[in-house]
Nanobody, 127 residues
Framework: VQLQASGGGLVQTGDSLRLSCAAS????????MAWFRQAPGNKREFVAV????????YYTDSVKGRFTISRDNAENTVSLQMNSLKPEDTAAYYC?????????????????????WGQGTLVTVSS
């Protein structure tokens, strides 16, 4: 199983970025897909999650209205559209897969409920 995250970069405050995560060796339709982020010196924190079918999403409060998570099960990809970026969004962003049969409430998604992780893609937002 491999999750390959991409799309990070250096942007200015107010700019947009779109992160992508390609899953291989994984029946992605059996997993909820999530994005987490980790800033230097901080714990990895939850950002957004989308359920296995794409019918339900959930976001941490700080990104609501700015970030949008989506998925394409036919392509085994999940994306995170990030608009109106702020310096506090600077972090390494990780995609993760959580077994939809084990965890039915996506609002309770945490790092320990994720079975597979991507390698992280760095997002830097300058002020």
């Amino acid at each position: 199983v491999q999750l390959q995250a991409s799309g990070g970069g250096l942007v200015q405050t107010g700019d947009s970025l779109r992160l992508s995560c390609a899953a291989s060796g994984l029946a992605s339709h059996l997993y909820h897909m999530a994005w987490f982020r980790q800033a230097p010196g901080n714990k990895r924190e939850f950002v957004a999650v989308i359920n296995w079918s794409g019918s339900s999403t959930y976001y941490t409060d700080s990104v609501k209205g700015r970030f949008t998570i989506s998925r394409d099960n036919a392509e085994n990809t999940v994306s995170l559209q990030m608009n109106s970026l702020k310096p506090e969004d600077t972090a390494a962003y990780y995609c993760a897969a959580s077994d939809a049969n084990k965890y039915t409430n996506i609002r309770l998604t945490t790092t320990d409920k994720c079975d597979f992780w991507g390698q992280g893609t760095l997002v830097t937002v300058s002020s």
